[in-house]
C-alpha cells in the first residue's frame, strides 16, 4: 500500500470519509435475495444493524435441519472471508480502497483546497459535477484492477449494472464537492458538538442536520408542530450518521418524530446504527 504524502493527508482524508460513507450505505442496505453464492452469505448475516440477531431468529419456514446446515454454511464462509458487517473489517476494507484509489487521482485534485477550487472555473468545467459512470476512466485512468476486483468479491458492485465506475462516481462527486465547500464554521459555533452528535466519532468532517427538515419547515409552522425559532436547530452529523437518518425516517417523520438527537437516540434501530458505526476506526486512530 503506497503511503500519502503530508500535503495530501488532508484531501485522502476527506477521500475516505466519502468512500467509507458510500460503503457504509451499500452494506447497510437490505440487499435483494439472489442464488449467488456470496450473495446469500450476505443475505443470511443480514445488514449489519440486524447481524447480531441474525444467527439465533430462526428463518420462517425453513425446516431445522436446512437451517443447521445453512448456519454451518455461513460460519465457515465468513471465517475464510472476514465479514464487512464487522465494523474492524470494514474500516480496515475502507482504507484499503481509500489508499489503493486516492493515489490514482490526477495530482490537481489530490491537493486542491477550497480557495484554489473557487479561483479556478477551468477546472470546475473540467470536473463538472456531478460526475458520472462515464467521468471516472478519466479521472482515474491507472486505478489498479485490483479495486475493482475486491469491490466485485465483497458484492460491493455487480456488473453490468454498478460496475466500479458507477460506484466511484458518487463519491468522487462528494470528494470534490467538499472541497468546493467553505471550509467549516469556526469550532466555537459547532455548539458544543465535540464529533459526531450520533456516533460520536471526533476526527471525521461533520455536517450538519437541519433536525426539521427545511423541505417542511412551512408546514410545520402552519400546523403548529414547531415554533418558528425551533426551525434552525441542528444536529452535527458524520456523512455516514447524516444519510442514515435521512434513510430511517422521512422529512415529515424526522420534523414531527424525531426532531431532537435525544428522540433519535431512543429508537432501537438508531441505537443499534450507532453502536456499530461507532466502531468503525481507521488504523492509528
Ligand atoms: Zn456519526
Ligand atoms: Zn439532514
Known amino acids: 500500500m503506497m503511503t500519502i504524502p503530508e500535503d495530501q493527508q488532508r484531501n485522502y482524508e476527506i477521500f475516505r470519509d466519502c468512500l467509507s460513507t458510500a460503503l457504509i450505505e451499500k452494506i447497510s442496505q437490505p440487499e435483494p435475495k439472489t442464488k449467488r453464492k456470496f450473495r446469500s452469505k450476505k443475505h443470511s448475516t443480514g445488514s449489519p444493524v440486524q447481524s447480531r440477531n441474525a444467527t439465533t431468529t430462526p428463518h420462517l419456514g425453513v425446516d431445522a435441519k436446512a437451517q443447521t446446515e445453512a448456519k454451518a454454511q455461513i460460519e465457515a464462509e465468513v471465517e475464510a472471508d472476514p465479514d464487512l458487517s464487522n465494523a474492524d473489517s470494514l474500516a480496515d476494507f475502507a482504507d484499503y480502497i481509500a489508499a ?29 459535477l456531478p460526475l458520472t459512470g462515464f467521468d471516472t476512466p478519466l479521472l482515474l485512468p491507472s486505478l489498479d484492477p485490483s479495486v475493482a476486483d ?3 468479491a465483497y458484492a460491493i458492485t455487480s456488473e453490468p449494472t454498478q460496475g466500479v465506475d458507477e460506484f466511484l462516481a458518487p463519491i468522487l462527486t462528494s470528494y470534490l464537492t467538499s472541497l468546493s465547500t467553505p471550509p467549516p464554521a469556526p469550532r466555537a459555533t459547532l455548539r458544543e458538538a465535540e464529533g459526531c452528535e450520533l456516533c460520536g466519532r471526533d476526527w471525521i468532517n461533520l455536517s450538519y442536520h437541519h433536525l426539521i427538515p427545511r423541505y417542511v419547515h412551512a408546514k410545520a409552522v402552519r400546523r403548529g408542530w414547531h415554533r418558528e425559532e425551533d ?10 450518521c447524516h444519510r442514515f437518518v435521512h434513510r430511517f425516517a422521512g422529512h415529515e417523520e424526522l420534523a414531527r ?28 486512530r
Open 100 to 128: 489503493e484509489t486516492f493515489p490514482a487521482l490526477p495530482a490537481e485534485l489530490k491537493t486542491l483546497d477550497y480557495y484554489s477550487y473557487v479561483k479556478d472555473t477551468d477546472l470546475q468545467s473540467r470536473y463538472a
Open 231 to 240: 426551525l434552525q436547530n441542528v444536529a452535527w452529523l458524520c456523512g455516514a
Open 150 to 152: 475486491s469491490l466485485s
Open 257 to 284: 418524530k424525531y426532531y431532537t438527537v435525544e428522540l433519535l437516540m431512543e429508537e432501537e434501530g438508531v441505537k443499534r446504527w450507532v453502536d456499530w458505526v461507532g466502531r468503525l476506526r481507521w488504523k492509528g
